[in-house]
């Protein structure tokens, strides 16, 4: 097995296990992120409902990033862009669901922009 598809195994494990423990409720979704080389997504997600209340990513024109888009201060503007999004869909309270990435880096940003517009995590 290969170090690429290896590493896609592990952090799949890992996200599963955090899945088991982490679920999206009405009164405090999950604030789910996804990590790629080049860009960092977020979601605000009900599953009860099965409906995403909110997201925000570097690839939005609306999130204003100076210089690249895959760094930790894209990440932190990401976040606070998702933070007011779903502070206008009425969301103040939600769960980190990291994805079965590691909590440092631009994930760790992620959060501290979301904390920095308003979230309660």
């Keep these: 097995m290969n170090k690429n598809k290896q590493k896609t195994v592990r952090r799949s494990r890992r996200r599963t296990g955090i ?15 996804y990590r790629s080389n080049n860009h960092i997504y977020a979601q605000v997600i009900d599953d009860m409902a099965q409906t995403t209340l909110a997201s925000a990513s570097s690839r939005d024109k609306a999130v204003s990033i100076s210089g690249g888009t895959g760094n930790a201060e894209a990440a932190k503007a990401v976040g606070k862009a998702i933070a007011e999004k779903a502070k206008s869909a009425g969301v103040s309270k939600v769960i980190f669901d990291r994805g ?22």
Excluded: N, S, Y
């Design 100 to 121: 079965g990435f590691l909590f440092h880096g631009r994930v760790k940003a992620l959060a501290e922009g979301a904390r920095e517009g308003g979230l309660d995590f």
């Design 19 to 33: 899945r088991k423990r982490v679920t999206g409720l009405p009164d405090r979704p999950r604030l789910a992120v």
